[in-house]
């Protein structure tokens, strides 16, 4: 297996970055994770422009063109037999002397990209997974990704150790905001489909991009609103998407069955939409 590291393609075991590297030191840098299902990528236009936008948001330069991106992509695709799985890209402000503030003397942005297999997305969404509610710790600039991701792994690591597959976080507010690594929904008893808008607070993914389309088609009545915690668990249905989890259903959080905790018909359907759409 290959990994793409500032211009080489190199053994994924001896791939490494300098010391000084800003991403190592102060996680200073942004990345993307792009879905592939049979050779495919899954909205590589939308996970590229929203790259450009991470960059912008940090005042970082594109380590390379647009176009020889998407060739670096297909390359380590191609040298690593990738079917199913996904592709993962850093960008990084570059190697520089630790200083909090930005080189003085502009460097290179560091590129660094690997892929991972998996089995592929079955339509079928198999038993459904259960979440664990989390203080929301992040800042206010939530819609980076940024590899900044403490706040993101700590509630994670919470969540499995409870048994829980994914962490929700709760704001303030008693809000649910997203999940450490997904975008929350939820589907009503009165039948709406209700996800958080998109501001700072939370990632604008890709997949809820795309599965808010696959709903109007549907002609599923969406809001798009902040929903609590209690609601969440008083809910007909719950489920998460993101890039590697696609459509994922939630069967339980803290503890307490949503419905009737089994995987239910809307996230069932928009699962399979999904997997269609990626097809
Ligand atoms: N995570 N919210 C957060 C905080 C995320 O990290 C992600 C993606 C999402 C979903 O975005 P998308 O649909 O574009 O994947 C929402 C990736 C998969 C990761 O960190 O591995």
Redesign the pocket.
């Known amino acids: 297996r290959y990994a793409y590291v500032n211009g080489r393609y190199v053994d994924h075991r001896e791939a490494s970055v300098h010391i000084e590297d800003r991403g190592y030191q102060l996680a200073d840098g942004v990345y993307e994770?792009v879905g592939v299902r049979d050779g495919k990528l899954i909205d590589e236009k939308l996970?590229i422009d929203?790259l450009g936008r991470s960059l912008g948001e940090l005042r970082i330069d594109w380590p390379v063109a647009r176009p020889t991106l998407g060739f670096i992509i297909r390359e380590l695709m191609r040298r690593n037999r990738l079917r199913d799985g996904l592709v993962y890209m850093q960008v990084t402000r570059g190697v520089a002397r630790r200083d909090h503030a930005f080189p003085t003397k502009p460097v290179k942005p560091a590129l660094v990209l690997t892929t991972k297999n998996s089995k592929r997305a079955e339509p079928d969404p198999g038993p459904g997974i259960a979440v664990k509610s989390h203080p929301d710790i992040r800042w206010e600039r939530?819609d980076i990704?940024t590899v900044a991701l403490l706040p993101?792994v700590l509630a994670k690591q919470a969540a499995r150790e409870s048994g829980a597959y994914e962490a929700w976080l709760v704001d303030g507010k008693g809000n649910v905001t997203?999940?450490?690594?997904?975008?929350a929904w939820i589907v009503t008893k009165g039948g709406e489909l209700v996800t958080r808008a998109t501001d700072n607070a939370?990632?604008a993914?890709?997949?809820?991009h795309t599965l808010k389309v696959l709903a109007g088609d549907l002609q599923l009545k969406l809001v798009e609103r902040p929903f609590t915690l209690a609601e969440a668990k008083d809910a007909k249905e719950a489920f998460i998407?993101?890039?590697?989890s696609f459509v994922t259903p939630v069967v339980k959080i803290d503890g307490d069955t949503v419905g009737d905790g089994k995987v239910g018909p809307t996230a069932r359907r928009l699962r399979e939409e999904y997997v269609r759409f990626a097809a």
């Open positions: 994770v996970h929203r939530c990704k993101n997203e999940g450490a690594s997904t975008n939370i990632l993914g890709i997949t809820r998407t993101s890039a590697t």
